[in-house]
């Protein structure tokens, strides 16, 4: 199953290509939001990041590559 999440470009490619991506957030969290609508994914980039300054990216995650747990859970 692929999922979706949406990160800073900045974020994202601070991050060195030899090294696993885990957002910023996920220290504070214990976990990283993701979807697996485009609908969904949509709704928050223009509702929750539309002030957001710069340039946002989509990771697709494929869950089976993933090696932490993945609940899916209701928006």
Same mark, same amino acid.
């Given at each position: 199953?692929?999922?979706?999440?949406?990160? *800073?470009? +900045?974020?994202?490619? =601070?991050?060195?290509?030899?090294?696993?991506?885990? #957002? #910023?957030?996920? =220290?504070?969290?214990?976990?990283?939001?993701?979807? =697996?609508?485009? =609908?969904?994914? @949509?709704?928050? *980039?223009?509702?929750?990041? @539309?002030? #957001?300054?710069?340039?946002?990216?989509?990771?697709?995650?494929?869950?089976? @590559?993933? +090696?932490?747990?993945? @609940?899916?859970?209701?928006?």
């Amino acid at each position: 199953m692929i999922i979706l999440h949406l990160v *800073a470009r +900045t974020e994202f490619e =601070a991050i060195p290509a030899d090294r696993p991506f885990v #957002a #910023a957030h996920y =220290a504070t969290d214990g976990f990283i939001h993701c979807t =697996a609508e485009w =609908a969904v994914l @949509r709704h928050v *980039a223009n509702n929750v990041y @539309r002030e #957001a300054p710069g340039d946002f990216v989509v990771l697709e995650l494929d869950t089976e @590559r993933i +090696t932490a747990e993945v @609940r899916l859970e209701p928006p």
